[in-house]
């Protein structure tokens, strides 16, 4: 599976990192291996690699939901790990199930581009 080198979440820009292998080099405060990492204030997530393409996007999602929530000032992190957590897997599944879904949700969320002039006024 090929990801984006960067994405848009709100106004910032933040680059994916596929960093090294699950285990290796990404952990928390108390050691423990992570598959991710976001920060926020660089701009960065930082992946690990070897995971199956459904832990992947499960991964990039839940990286992804802590991102909006510190744009949105949520930062209570125990609270918020759970809450993330609970956000990345259901909707992960449930995408997981449901390609057929997901990917009409993601044609009707499409932005439309300017195909001819005057594309924005409403007809009279």
Not at 34 to 57: I, K, N, P, W
Request: with cysteine.
């Amino acid at each position: 599976m090929k990801w984006p080198k960067t994405i848009r979440i709100g106004y910032r820009t933040v680059r994916l990192i596929w960093d090294s292998p699950l285990g290796t080099a990404l952990a928390n405060d108390q050691g423990a291996a992570l598959a991710g990492c976001a920060r926020h204030v660089s701009g960065e997530m930082f992946l690990a690699t070897g995971m199956d393409r459904q832990e992947q996007a499960s991964t990039v999602l839940h990286e992804l939901i802590h991102l909006v929530l510190k744009q949105s000032a949520q930062d209570q992190w125990e609270q918020e790990e759970r809450v993330v957590s609970a956000l990345a897997s259901g909707p992960a599944q449930a995408m997981q199930d449901n390609p057929k879904l997901w990917r009409q949700i993601a044609k009707a969320l499409k932005k439309k581009r300017a195909q001819q002039p005057g594309w924005w006024k409403t007809p009279a």
